[in-house]
């Protein structure tokens, strides 16, 4: 008990100071980055595109088959977050470099690609930990309670960020980033989010609790698709259009909070607006254990995506802030079921020994939707919306509902995954049985 107590403090920190470093940092870039650098909408979507192509890159093809190899996860960790911090550091300067406001905004987008290579290192690791040390019984429940964790340090984040973006209203919009006191707090919090794993086991299969014992002699390497299921290939398909509906939007939606003929908010009221979903996040998190006690991860996962269409259609013909407040509720709630429905779902189609590698499969539906979504659906839908003669407003709003009705294809996928995955389970019951 008091290791499993040890293990949970250490990951449980982790989560809290890195959703901190998130809601504190990326709650406000893409502000930044649109009405203080200047770039169009869909050039901001880049900050989030580039990167993760990266992140999900050296995932599947680097530290996946490293961490598989060596059976490394808190290592990967350390070195990811170590490396990420002096990274950011050296972003914020070169940023200042150029006398161009464009040039600057595309030194943050390459700059952030670069420390990208680096969290994917602690992303895959962080993802791989919790299936060696949880059974899968367990792994809903526990990925709740890191969920509610990971609100509270988000919370903080977000209204740090809120109150640092303008200087407390003492400066300009845009200060924070400008002078450098967002990326020096992120920096900062990235080094202390490594003291808690230093006192963590190292992972592996070898740890043995969150799965059969493994004998290390089986594992082998036959490649990163050879090994693939063909009920997880259809998994991974509903989560591509599940993440990338509800997460296109992700990099747009403050804009359209803070446009002056639009919501016209101020970064303070953005903050209480963002944590609104945080505190959903947190009261999801506290529930979702006994839900997940009582229900499966499939009706979890639909109860999820159900969520997130109406939070996305709120936003679409919302006219008043009750109902942007209520609908990032609701984007709280459905973060929570789907991330930890579909990760659990997830560690029961992947084998133990390969759970780095297809663990990175996983997260790259997940990583993917924040940049590449926003680039290839929200960002030209609202964009070419405008070019055609189309406000503003409306022209984010069908960027909105496009969302939507990504997600609802997604349902469907959802429901053909878990036939798939029941038709092979009942053919190896057949063969086991001659």
Same mark, same amino acid.
């Given at each position: 008990?008091?290791?499993?107590?040890?293990?949970?403090?250490?990951?449980?920190?982790?989560?809290? %100071? +890195? #959703?901190?470093?998130?809601?504190?940092?990326?709650?406000?870039?893409? *502000?930044?980055?649109?009405?203080?650098? &200047? $770039? @169009?909408?869909?050039?901001?979507?880049?900050?989030?595109?580039?990167?993760?192509?990266?992140?999900?890159?050296?995932?599947?093809?680097?530290?996946?088959?490293?961490?598989?190899?060596?059976?490394?996860?808190?290592?990967?960790?350390?070195?990811?977050?170590?490396?990420?911090?002096?990274?950011?550091?050296?972003?914020?300067?070169?940023?200042?470099?150029?006398?161009?406001?464009?040039?600057?905004?595309?030194?943050?987008?390459?700059?952030?690609?670069?420390?990208?290579?680096?969290?994917?290192?602690?992303?895959?690791?962080?993802?791989?930990?919790?299936?060696?040390?949880?059974?899968?019984?367990?792994?809903?429940?526990?990925?709740?309670? %890191? +969920? #509610?964790?990971?609100?509270?340090?988000?919370?903080?984040?977000?209204? *740090?960020?809120?109150?640092?973006?303008? &200087? $407390? @209203?003492?400066?300009?919009?845009?200060?924070?980033?400008?002078?450098?006191?967002?990326?020096?707090?992120?920096?900062?919090?990235?080094?202390?989010?490594?003291?808690?794993?230093?006192?963590?086991?190292?992972?592996?299969?070898?740890?043995?609790?969150?799965?059969?014992?493994?004998?290390?002699?089986?594992?082998?390497?036959?490649?990163?698709?050879?090994?693939?299921?063909?009920?997880?290939?259809?998994?991974?398909?509903?989560?591509?259009?599940?993440?990338?509906?509800?997460?296109?939007?992700?990099?747009?939606?403050?804009?359209?909070?803070?446009?002056?003929?639009?919501?016209?908010?101020?970064?303070?009221?953005?903050?209480?607006?963002?944590?609104?979903?945080?505190?959903?996040?947190?009261?999801?998190?506290?529930?979702?254990?006994?839900?997940?006690?009582?229900?499966?991860?499939?009706?979890?996962?639909?109860?999820?995506?159900?969520?997130?269409?109406?939070?996305?259609?709120?936003?679409?013909?919302?006219?008043?802030?009750?109902?942007?407040?209520?609908?990032?509720?609701?984007?709280?709630?459905?973060?929570?079921?789907?991330?930890?429905?579909?990760?659990?779902?997830?560690?029961?189609?992947?084998?133990?020994?390969?759970?780095?590698?297809?663990?990175?499969?996983?997260?790259?539906?997940?990583?993917?939707?924040?940049?590449?979504?926003?680039?290839?659906?929200?960002?030209?839908?609202?964009?070419?919306?405008?070019?055609?003669?189309?406000?503003?407003?409306?022209?984010?709003?069908?960027?909105?509902?496009?969302?939507?009705?990504?997600?609802?294809?997604?349902?469907?996928?959802?429901?053909?995954?878990?036939?798939?995955?029941?038709?092979?389970?009942?053919?190896?019951?057949?063969?086991?049985?001659?």
């Amino acid at each position: 008990m008091r290791k499993q107590n040890r293990i949970f403090f250490g990951i449980s920190t982790f989560q809290a %100071l +890195a #959703m901190f470093r998130r809601g504190l940092f990326y709650s406000y870039l893409s *502000i930044y980055l649109r009405y203080f650098l &200047g $770039l @169009s909408v869909t050039e901001t979507t880049f900050f989030a595109t580039f990167p993760m192509i990266l992140n999900v890159i050296f995932q599947m093809f680097v530290w996946g088959v490293l961490s598989d190899k060596y059976q490394k996860r808190r290592t990967f960790i350390i070195m990811g977050e170590i490396f990420a911090a002096i990274s950011t550091f050296f972003v914020w300067l070169i940023h200042t470099f150029p006398g161009n406001k464009t040039a600057a905004g595309y030194v943050i987008i390459i700059g952030l690609s670069f420390v990208e290579i680096f969290w994917s290192m602690s992303n895959v690791g962080w993802t791989a930990i919790i299936s060696d040390f949880y059974p899968e019984e367990t792994r809903t429940g526990i990925q709740g309670r %890191l +969920a #509610m964790v990971g609100a509270i340090g988000r919370i903080i984040g977000v209204w *740090i960020g809120g109150v640092a973006y303008d &200087g $407390l @209203s003492r400066y300009y919009e845009g200060w924070g980033f400008d002078k450098g006191i967002l990326f020096f707090i992120a920096s900062g919090i990235m080094l202390a989010s490594t003291i808690p794993m230093f006192f963590m086991p190292e992972g592996g299969i070898m740890a043995g609790a969150g799965s059969k014992t493994v004998d290390r002699s089986i594992i082998t390497d036959p490649g990163l698709f050879k090994s693939l299921t063909r009920p997880f290939i259809v998994f991974l398909i509903a989560m591509i259009f599940v993440n990338f509906g509800r997460n296109s939007i992700a990099v747009i939606k403050t804009q359209y909070l803070v446009m002056d003929h639009g919501f016209n908010v101020s970064s303070r009221l953005l903050s209480y607006i963002v944590n609104m979903q945080s505190l959903a996040t947190f009261i999801s998190g506290i529930v979702l254990s006994r839900f997940a006690r009582r229900w499966n991860d499939r009706i979890l996962l639909y109860l999820g995506a159900a969520a997130a269409i109406i939070y996305l259609f709120g936003y679409a013909f919302g006219r008043n802030l009750v109902v942007i407040f209520g609908s990032d509720f609701l984007a709280g709630v459905a973060e929570v079921i789907i991330f930890s429905a579909s990760y659990t779902y997830a560690s029961k189609l992947i084998p133990p020994e390969h759970r780095g590698k297809h663990f990175a499969l996983f997260n790259a539906t997940y990583f993917l939707s924040w940049g590449v979504a926003g680039t290839l659906i929200a960002g030209p839908v609202v964009d070419l919306t405008m070019k055609s003669g189309a406000g503003e407003l409306f022209s984010y709003q069908m960027a909105f509902i496009s969302a939507a009705v990504l997600v609802i294809i997604g349902m469907f996928f959802l429901g053909f995954a878990y036939r798939t995955k029941t038709v092979n389970r009942n053919q190896q019951s057949v063969i086991s049985k001659k």
